[in-house]
């Protein structure tokens, strides 16, 4: 027979049907400079170690579906059919007020009753990683007339409003007031039936979503990932969530869990040699080291009323 050396993706010849890889060969006498003689090691079937025409892609296939959101891998596969341009949805604008009279910017010193705002910059966060732009409006007071003239300002400018309650109640019971008093339909839920975060409140106005967070961090980080982060997708044209990291661990403890509530504890996860165990961080949802030391959230059913010590649960990644 006859070979010819084909280097990695070139063109076999068209009398050719297979390749055999160049450590499985060697030459009779001399070096591998043609002409000369092999000796094949490894037997070789029709068409092993050859891609056939379409193999990857076939001709007239759709290569990536409307809303699909675009990874490394995608890229590459785009370049590799010479395609260097494509049409993609903007980037949401996401309109972030702080409010109530307590609240501070972080980089100041707090006095007697004062917070730092947290809730603006960690939902900055994640909605940069969702892939939005985060618009800050800063801290808004306790006064029903400056929210609604700072939301109906933000709300022009954006594609989505996000508030954050201050700690009074009477911050949170305005925030409804605000949602309903910017347009149609205005609030569609106030109260969800998860914990922490049971106060948040969701509406949309002239088709842009509007969120209402609760005042305390964790609760604000919890529902602003349920909440807000899918709709920053959806505002990109996105089908379908990406696959967020879940995990199984064996739980280290018991946790006690209210029935027709779903909880989210913050666990700090080890591995051993049966696997991750699931170390519940507890704390207050005004504490945020519950979850800067954790390493994601162990959900507890809906109704499930708990979970025992060394029984298997689900938990989110952050």
Request: charged share 20%; net charge negative; proline share 7%.
């Amino acid at each position: 027979g006859q070979a010819a050396i084909v280097h990695t993706g070139g063109m076999i010849p068209d009398t050719a049907d297979a390749v055999v890889p160049i450590e499985h060969t060697q030459a009779m006498a001399g070096d591998m400079n043609p002409p000369f003689e092999i000796e094949v090691f490894k037997a070789v079937a029709v068409g092993q170690n050859v891609l056939q025409v379409g193999e990857d892609v076939a001709l007239d296939s759709e290569v990536l579906p409307t809303g699909h959101l675009l990874r490394p891998q995608d890229l590459g596969g785009l370049l590799a059919l010479g395609i260097t341009e494509v049409e993609v949805s903007h980037r949401p604008r996401v309109g972030i007020l702080a409010t109530g009279d307590e609240v501070i910017p972080p980089q100041e010193m707090t006095g007697p009753g004062q917070i730092r705002d947290i809730n603006s910059y960690t939902t900055a966060g994640l909605t940069q990683q969702a892939g939005g732009i985060p618009v800050l409006g800063g801290i808004v007071p306790d006064d029903l007339a400056a929210l609604q003239t700072a939301a109906a300002d933000m709300l022009a400018r954006c594609d989505m409003l996000v508030m954050s309650a201050g700690s009074s109640v009477s911050v949170r019971d305005v925030t409804v007031e605000v949602v309903d008093g910017l347009g149609e339909p205005g609030v569609l839920l106030h109260g969800v039936a998860t914990r922490p975060g049971k106060p948040t409140i969701v509406g949309v106005v002239d088709n842009k979503p509007v969120i209402g967070l609760p005042g305390n961090p964790v609760s604000a980080m919890v529902q602003y990932d349920m909440f807000g982060v899918p709709a920053i997708y959806r505002l990109q044209g996105a089908l379908t969530m990406p696959r967020r990291g879940l995990v199984w661990a064996r739980l280290s403890q018991n946790i006690a869990s209210e029935s027709g509530r779903e909880d989210y504890i913050p666990a700090r996860l080890e591995e051993g040699e049966e696997g991750l165990t699931a170390v519940p961080v507890f704390g207050k949802s005004n504490l945020i080291y519950t979850l800067v030391n954790a390493d994601g959230l162990i959900k507890v059913p809906l109704n499930k009323g708990g979970l025992l010590a060394g029984e298997w649960g689900e938990v989110r990644l952050f």
